[in-house]
């Protein structure tokens, strides 16, 4: 098939505001390059990060590990007893839709996708030859320390 990672990086968590709601933090990350950041609800009681932490960040159309289309528009997905996907190598996963595009305002070349994961969000900036995979209706963010 195919592989099932539309983007993958390392970050480095450059803030955490969690003043906004309970149980909700506000991740600013950086990648490791300076090239790509991004900005990211999570929900703090399952995954607590804090700054100066790194992250593995990758996202994904499918948790398949040999890239077979899942149930992605529902976030649904029959796993067998014993059947691994890219969900067991990560801490937290979380399935969304990618709802905006835009051209990066500040750097020419780059460009923003906008991700909603049930009202967590996320905002990732970057090259857009890093960022193009990206535009699909639907992915899975994966999360490592």
Known sequence: MSDPLLFEDTFTV???NQEKYDRVS???CTSSDSQTTFTLDINSELYPCTTGESLSMALASTLSL????DGAKTGWREVGMGEQTLANDYDYVC???VYRFEEASD???NMAAFVSFGG?????EGPYKKLAPLRIDYVYLLLKK
């Open 107 to 109: 750097s020419p070349g």
């Open 14 to 16: 450059t803030g955490v």
């Open 66 to 69: 040999d890239g077979k289309e």
């Open 26 to 28: 506000r991740l600013t």
């Open 95 to 97: 399935h969304g839709k």
């Open 120 to 124: 967590l969000l996320l905002y990732l």
